[in-house]
């Protein structure tokens, strides 16, 4: 049977109901707001998204920790893990989800279609995770980069796998780092295998929501792992090798999942990206993404530079005095061609 369509009014008066019961289910006798069939409605957090079931650890005082495989209401909006919710459970260890709380952030991921799909929801910070060994590209990190930006979110870069690092092969690679510390963004060093900074990162990290990305095979999960203090115990991430045809990562995360951090801070890890496009954004969301341009926006001579070969470019006189520099420039240019890919 085809799916009902709502009208926006419909679709309107769902959504306010559908907030306003996210904000009273605490407050309400349990007793009093069951629904047919179904146990009392209690909040809980999404900890994965499987296709039509969601993996639900509830935050109700009676079932504190518990794990519950979920659907959800047909007329709630596509959830994402990190997102908090009102179940309400029909066996010891399934339920339904009713209502989406407010979410404070969500990080989407666009498919070809322009189209967005959450991925995680109340993340505080974004940790844009590289490796010596696959080889980190200037153009996926600052599409990342953009992409926090436009959120309102904080980034951090974490080069994993130190130990791999050889100084001949990864000199580009340090000047490449060296850049993006010199325009404010805070660069972390470690090795999940040697476990050398790894003390420093948990610090950092608590008591925030964090997203993992990168591409596969740069240690998203390993990093996780010992964070959490769980390398190679049940419950742990699992972890893949990189494909030594291509030095790329294999997947293995297939869905993105939430894991908590001894003390506080939850941790998330997403499905490994190599590609990550922006064909959801415009032009000026780009420009803003690149935090260096802001002095220089809106003080070109034309409204409608393209900062290529007009006179009176503000970018381009920057970039002659050395206040911005020619590789990231250059990864805007890119950046902005690939809007109507």
């Known amino acids: 049977m085809a799916k009902r369509r709502l009208t926006q009014q419909q679709r309107t008066r769902i959504d306010r109901r559908q907030a306003s019961r996210g904000r009273e289910t605490d407050a309400q006798d349990p007793a009093e707001i069951s629904g047919e069939g179904l146990g009392p409605e209690a909040t809980g957090l999404v900890i994965c998204h499987y296709g039509q079931q969601l993996e639900i650890e509830s935050t109700a005082i009676d079932s504190e920790g518990q794990i519950f495989r979920c659907y959800q209401r047909t007329n709630l909006p596509p959830l994402a893990t990190g997102d908090r919710v009102v179940w309400q459970a029909d066996s010891d260890s399934t339920g339904v989800i009713v209502a989406l709380q407010e979410r404070q952030s969500l990080m989407s991921r666009p498919n070809q279609q322009a189209n967005l799909r959450p991925v995680a929801a109340n993340v505080t910070v974004v940790a844009v995770t590289i490796a010596p060994l696959p080889q980190a590209f200037a153009n996926l990190i600052d599409r990342y980069l953009v992409m926090i930006h436009s959120l309102g979110l904080r980034a951090l870069l974490i080069l994993n796998k130190t130990d791999l690092l050889d100084a001949e092969r990864d000199a580009a690679l340090e000047t490449m780092l060296k850049n993006y510390v010199g325009i404010g963004y805070p660069v972390l060093r470690v090795s999940s295998r040697g476990g050398d900074g790894i003390d420093t990162l948990r610090e950092v990290l608590r008591p925030e929501t964090v997203v993992f990305v990168g591409q596969s095979g740069v240690g998203k999960s390993s990093l996780i792992n010992a964070l959490r203090g769980e390398q ?34 939850d941790l998330i890890d997403s499905p490994g990206i190599r590609e990550f496009g922006l064909w959801h954004m415009d032009a000026d969301t780009v420009f803003d993404g690149f935090v260096e341009f802001a002095p220089y926006k809106g003080m070109c001579r034309f409204r409608d530079c393209k900062h290529q070969q007009e006179p009176g470019c503000a970018l381009k006189e920057a970039l002659a005095k050395g206040e911005i520099s020619e590789a990231r420039l250059n990864s805007y240019f890119f950046l902005l061609s690939t809007l109507d890919d």
């Open 232 to 265: 190679n115990s049940p419950g742990s991430a699992d972890v893949g090798d990189l494909s030594s045809a291509r030095d790329k990562g294999t997947h293995t995360t297939t869905a993105a999942r939430l894991y908590h951090m001894p003390g506080s801070g």
